[in-house]
């Protein structure tokens, strides 16, 4: 883990945000609400809040070599990017498999991966996938529908508990998946083991693929409903470095730590908000729409 530098951690989010707008013009489309809500909360993660090792991976991600088995003994997940799995280091698991270009732009701003490594974006043949798979770069688990990377990281949580492993287990999660049932369920489980070890993330950006989050499902007050599921939960801007780590620091003994990290769909990208709410895959109706994020970009590059 490196020293925490909110500066180098704002840094990188820009970079974060500029990769994946450059990645969407030139692919005509694109998860680019997501970098913009997110950027922040998984620079802040792999610079100054996990305690993670190097990476182990090549820089230049490897093609797929098949599921995992007995007939694959070659086969690697993409959690070797995030280093190797030590009693004392963290787990980082990763929920929403739809933000896998965000993660892997993380990974290539920070120095895990190379540049190259994006051109490699959902080919046939490529583990850098547009939705992330456990053999995808910094993604531990297959998550499946949303919703269950929070069970997996229970189990993992706890059998580093009866280990008496030192290190967390991180998880990244969207509010989206609050709608999903399998999420409360697993927060009771991990409040009834009282798996203090486990710290999640909620990018609270208050979208999902059919729009505004609160049209589709009203969930009321979030905090108040994970509170009562035996969570400590902390809200704070998901934006701001130092809030996104502050939580970290109080004493929450038995219980499961959750951050409601607010964050803005359109953040840097102004341009984005007169498709709101409809903005969970960016689309070009036509030239004007991408002349206009080019315009953006070069702003950012000048």
Not at 3 to 30: E, M
Not at 45 to 52: F, H, K, S, T
Not at 62 to 84: C, E, I, K, M, S
Not at 145 to 160: C, D, E, F, K, V
């Amino acid at each position: 883990m490196t020293q925490f530098n909110p500066n180098q951690i704002r840094s990188a989010a820009n970079g974060v945000r500029r990769r994946v707008l450059d990645h969407v013009i030139k692919n005509n489309g694109g998860y680019l609400s997501q970098a913009c809500s997110s950027a922040e909360i998984l620079s802040s993660l792999y610079l100054g809040i996990m305690n993670i090792g190097p990476s182990q991976a090549p820089m230049v991600p490897l093609p797929f070599t098949d599921v995992p088995g007995r007939h694959n003994p070659d086969y690697q997940t993409g959690a070797v990017y995030n280093g190797l799995k030590k009693p004392h280091l963290d787990r980082f698991i990763f929920s929403p498999s739809h933000y896998a270009l965000v993660l892997y732009a993380t990974l290539v701003e920070i120095g895990r991966m190379a540049p190259e490594g994006l051109l490699q974006f959902n080919q046939d043949g490529s583990t850098v996938e547009m939705i992330g798979a456990e053999h995808s770069p910094g993604v531990e688990t297959t998550t499946g529908s949303l919703g269950q990377a929070l069970s997996q990281a229970g189990g993992i949580a706890l059998a580093r508990k009866i280990k008496k492993e030192s290190g967390r287990v991180f998880v990244f999660m969207t509010d989206g998946e609050l709608q999903e049932g399998q999420t409360w369920e697993a927060f009771s489980a991990l409040a009834f083991h009282k798996l203090d070890n486990v710290i999640i993330y909620f990018d609270m950006n208050r979208q999902q693929c059919d729009g505004a989050m609160d049209t589709v499902m009203e969930m009321g007050s979030v905090y108040d409903r994970l509170s009562a599921f035996g969570a400590s939960v902390h809200e704070v801007d998901g934006h701001d470095p130092e809030a996104l780590r502050t939580p970290l620091e109080g004493n929450h003994t038995g219980k499961p730590l959750v951050i409601l990290a607010n964050t803005d769909t359109c953040r840097g990208i102004d341009a984005l908000r007169r498709r709101a709410p409809k903005l969970h895959y960016v689309r070009f109706a036509g030239e004007g729409d991408k002349k206009e994020l080019e315009e953006v970009l070069s702003s950012w590059k000048s």
